[in-house]
């Protein structure tokens, strides 16, 4: 490959030739990807601290646990790691997935089995010094204290590299479990030689084994590779364990001791240049002096084994370990920069600059460097004007994530909706999936987030796929799941989720000229009035399949799970965010929606832990703050959009009250925290509230620059006194997108005092 080509797929695959160029500053300074990664208590982000690149295919990063809900493969409390694996995902529960090609440096006698995270000894895993971890954007690295390595992991978009500093020793190993996968196994892999640096294969993962949703989530992918090793291979070797045929092969089990003894029992076949089964790893061994560095290198495709070929030899060419580091250090600066903030404190900074990082490692890339990938139908496919993507986490996403990459990253927005009317189109399915993981329709969670995210895209100018394709599967999404055949969805959830997105239908049909479909949609989209209990609860209440209301919960509208879905009715009953005027009406007026909203921010804790009120662990009431801003009464938007940013988020490895959920918590504190959030993706307005910053500058993928400057600002002056846009008097609670998106700047004056006018 000629060396044009190699820069044009870098440029490609690295995230677009065409972003703006910034001046050169270490914003991933900033950066702390420990916070979050945990997966106990309520604090439980469930973030991984590995090594990733923006938006990038691969993470290379430490395991230390699989599956149960804890998706991310790691907990910052465990005292060994498993091993590096080159796929994660990122705060997540439901089981997880990924966690493939788990790749661990050991020494003296060869262990095939991982071992138990409290019992390190009885497999290869390794105690570590928690001292020497540390993790970095686009770098992550530790000592091994059982057998006395350094690990450093460092990645491209397409491909990872590993660099491990061994002792002195006769037998010094590079292990790599091809079966592993997080919450369960791969169904079946392959190992061959390829030549003697360089081998390449594939893992098979399938439902029956586990993986997203324990199985549930209809994960079906393959894992293809091309590693290669600084060392020669001259003493390599293959296991394999012998599964029984029927033998399950789910979290439960592969977690179990039978099964661990299965593995265990692996048959050991050295020197052998080609090998597949059911539960495989292969190892190289050497001997290394005190301090020799030995390194590795991995492209994964999705595709092939050429693509994987293909990614690596075009983004990792070299063996220069630290040129790869600062090269991904540069990318993520580059897009950490398009947000400059000035002010607030060292710990809000970082706050901010991490929960930005946490909002670029998905949707991420699917596609090769060569535009190849695996489509809905199992076949190849070649992108032609975007990037495949995958990992849509939509019922989460469509609040605050998705509409802040609408100002950041709108090519990514691009790509995602083009993968979602692709994958309908390719499956089968002919309808908008959910949760989308590697062309899985999963089902998870309820509503039909991507027509909010395509209506939100095309109301703001972002146009870069086939609006009719999208329209038709739109329809079809909202036929499938909607309120049209009952007037309702049974549940709050479904329902109130269900009338907003036929809301976002009428907006894409007036938008594109559908005149008799806009009409339809529009009364689809007062919907939500049907589930309304006038006489009884005076709320929102779940219908049976007979129409009648469910019978009274002991809690009333604080009863968990009563007809919503990971909240309380009281929580998910706000969920009008495209009329909030008629909501309002139903619940007496606006002064008395007021006082109910009064009543649930005074009856929330103030660490915000999981709760019945406002609880902002759990995406359902992400809006809420702002609703203040629609009923006319601003300052308490922007006093508890302000309390919330204080309060529910902090540095550290407990610094999120809540599931990362694959970017939203940390999007809506980027929003807030900026200043501005949606109510009601589809519309081009955002809510107006205190920043934490005395400056915001926005560096916009058109060139343009928007500011926001905050005079008088402080933890007592929450209160915005006085605005001005571009000079003029400005005496509106919200600003729209394209406020923004032609760039300008908003003068903003804080104070004590709440200002009414």
């Not at 916070?35 to 991984?48: D, H, L, P, S, W």
């Not at 899985?440 to 509503?447: D, E, K």
Request: net charge negative; hydrophobic share 35%; charged share 20%.
């Amino acid at each position: 490959m000629n060396r044009i080509i190699i820069l044009f797929f870098l440029c490609l695959s690295a995230y677009g030739c065409g972003r703006q160029a910034l001046p050169q500053q270490h914003f991933s300074d900033y950066v702390d990807p420990f916070i979050g990664a945990t997966t106990v208590g309520y604090e439980a982000g469930k973030t991984f601290p590995g090594a990733a690149s923006p938006f990038g295919m691969v993470q290379v990063s430490p395991n230390t646990v699989t599956g149960g809900d804890n998706g991310n493969g790691y907990s910052y409390e465990h005292t060994s790691i498993e091993g590096f694996a080159m796929t994660q995902m990122s705060g997540v529960g439901w089981y997880g997935d990924l966690g493939n090609f788990l790749t661990m440096p050991t020494t003296g006698e060869l262990k095939v089995v991982a071992g138990k995270q409290e019992q390190p000894e009885t497999g290869y895993r390794s105690r570590y010094d928690k001292a020497t971890e540390t993790a970095k954007p686009g770098y992550y690295s530790v000592h091994l204290t059982d057998y006395d390595i350094r690990v450093e992991t460092t990645v491209t978009p397409h491909a990872g590299m590993l660099r491990f500093t061994y002792p002195e020793s006769k037998t010094s190993r590079i292990q790599i479990d091809l079966a592993r996968r997080v919450a369960g196994a791969s169904a079946w892999q392959t190992v061959r030689i390829v030549d003697d640096h360089t081998i390449a294969g594939r893992m098979e993962c399938t439902p029956n084994e586990g993986g997203w949703g324990n199985g549930g989530g209809n994960a079906r992918y393959t894992v293809y590779y091309y590693a290669q090793f600084s060392q020669p291979l001259k003493n390599t070797g293959v296991w394999s364990a012998d599964i029984p045929d029927g033998q399950a092969r789910r979290l439960n089990e592969v977690s179990s001791d039978a099964y661990r003894q299965i593995v265990a029992d692996a048959k050991i076949f050295r020197n052998v240049k080609e090998y597949e089964g059911k539960h495989l790893g292969f190892f190289t061994e050497f001997e290394t002096s005190a301090n020799e560095q030995v390194l590795m290198k991995t492209g994964i495709s999705f595709v092939s084994e050429e693509g994987a070929r293909k990614n690596l030899e075009s983004e990792i060419p070299h063996w220069k370990f630290d040129k790869v580091r600062e090269q991904t250090r540069a990318l993520w600066d580059r897009e950490l920069g398009r947000i400059v903030v000035t002010g607030g404190t060292e710990a809000q900074r970082t706050i901010f600059y991490t929960a930005l990082y946490h909002t670029m490692i998905d949707p991420r890339m699917f596609s090769d460097v060569d535009g190849k990938y695996v489509g809905g139908d199992r076949q190849i496919h070649t992108t032609g004007s975007f990037h495949k993507r995958t990992i849509f986490s939509g019922w989460d996403v469509f609040r605050s994530q998705m509409p802040l990459l609408t100002i950041i990253a709108p090519e990514v927005v691009n790509d995602l909706i083009n993968s979602l009317v692709t994958l309908a189109d390719e499956s089968g399915k002919g309808y908008l999936e959910r949760w989308e993981f590697l062309n899985a329709y999963s089902g998870c969670m309820v509503g039909n987030p991507a027509i909010s995210v395509i209506a939100d895209a095309y109301a703001k100018g972002i146009r870069g796929f086939d609006i009719e394709l999208a329209w038709k599967y739109a329809v079809a999404t909202t036929e499938r799941f909607g309120n049209e055949a009952k007037g309702h969805s049974g549940s709050i959830s479904n329902t109130l989720e269900h009338a907003y997105t036929e809301w976002c239908m009428a907006e894409l049909a007036r938008l594109t000229g559908k005149t008799s479909e806009q009409e339809k949609y529009l009364k689809l989209s007062q919907s939500y009035r049907n589930i309304w209990d006038k006489d009884g609860m005076r709320w929102f209440r779940p219908r049976l399949d007979d129409g009648s209301f469910a019978p009274l919960p002991a809690k009333g509208r604080l009863q968990h799970d009563y007809g919503s879905v990971e909240s309380n009715p009281y929580q998910q009953g706000w969920f009008v965010p495209h009329d909030v005027d008629g909501m309002a009406e139903l619940m007496g007026g606006k002064e008395a929606a007021i006082a109910d909203l009064d009543s649930m921010f005074t009856n929330t804790p103030a660490d915000f832990r999981w709760n019945n009120y406002y609880n902002h662990s759990n995406e359902p009431v992400h809006h809420i703050p702002f609703l203040y801003n629609r009923l006319g009464e601003p300052w308490k938007t922007q006093l508890w959009s302000r309390f919330i940013c204080e309060h529910a988020y902090k540095t550290g490895v407990n610094g999120l009250i809540g599931n990362e959920d694959v970017g939203q918590m940390s999007a809506w504190y980027v929003l807030a925290a900026s200043g501005i959030h949606p109510v009601c993706p589809g519309e081009t307005r955002f809510e107006l509230t205190s920043p934490l910053f005395d400056k915001i500058v926005w560096n916009l993928t058109n060139g343009k620059t928007f500011t926001v400057n905050v005079s008088n600002n402080s933890p007592e002056n929450v209160y915005i006194q006085s605005a001005t846009l571009n000079g003029q008097t400005y005496g509106r609670c919200y600003i729209d997108y394209t406020d923004i998106i032609n760039g300008g700047t908003l003068d903003l004056v804080m104070g004590k005092s709440i200002n009414n006018n």
